[in-house]
């Protein structure tokens, strides 16, 4: 998630931001830190969830709440690993807790129209927004694969993220997510 989150702040266009929220133009951007160099500030900066959503103990914080309320009717966890092994399984369990009934020869449609191919064709269409936020709306959909930060951080950095996140989750939590 982290490595997406970094490839997602790459291609927010900062100035329309600030524009659109009305706040003072920011000054030059500074150039983003190597994949590497930022994936070990994000594992290991000290922050609240409150100060930085987006930082690991913010993440943790909304990954925990909604895992305490997995069991409530209106709360469903779905696993982006779950979404590319068996997309047509996972749309209809979504489907089937949302109490969607979808005649079986629409289903082969809407998984073709779901994958993540077919979504990143028509990205100019699905990542829509107020204009110019991102910068290219096909690098909304960069990849549509797990695990990245495994090929960018060494087993010890691994380790010490792991180490970390112990604390800030129950262990079936962290194995839910943490999927080998």
Do not use: C
Not at 34 to 53: F, G, I, K, V, Y
């Amino acid at each position: 998630m982290a490595v997406s989150l970094y490839h997602h702040y790459a291609n927010l266009d900062v100035r329309r931001i600030s524009h659109l929220a009305r706040r003072p133009e920011p000054g030059p951007p500074a150039p983003m830190a190597p994949l590497h160099d930022w994936l070990l500030t994000w594992t290991s900066e000290d922050t609240t969830a409150q100060e930085h959503p987006d930082s690991l103990p913010g993440v943790m914080g909304h990954l925990r709440d909604a895992w305490s309320r997995q069991t409530e009717p209106n709360v469903l966890l779905v696993h982006y690993d779950d979404l590319s092994a068996d997309l047509d399984g996972e749309m209809r369990r979504v489907a089937g807790r949302l109490g969607i009934a979808v005649p079986d020869p629409i289903w082969p449609d809407l998984v073709q129209a779901a994958s993540f191919d077919s979504m990143r064709s028509r990205a100019d269409y699905l990542a829509q927004g107020p204009p110019g936020i991102l910068k290219d709306t096909a690098a909304f959909f960069r990849r549509g694969q797990s695990r990245s930060a495994r090929t960018v951080l060494t087993p010890d950095e691994r380790a010490r993220y792991r180490s970390r996140v112990t604390g800030m989750a129950p262990p079936d939590l962290l194995a839910w997510l943490h999927r080998e």
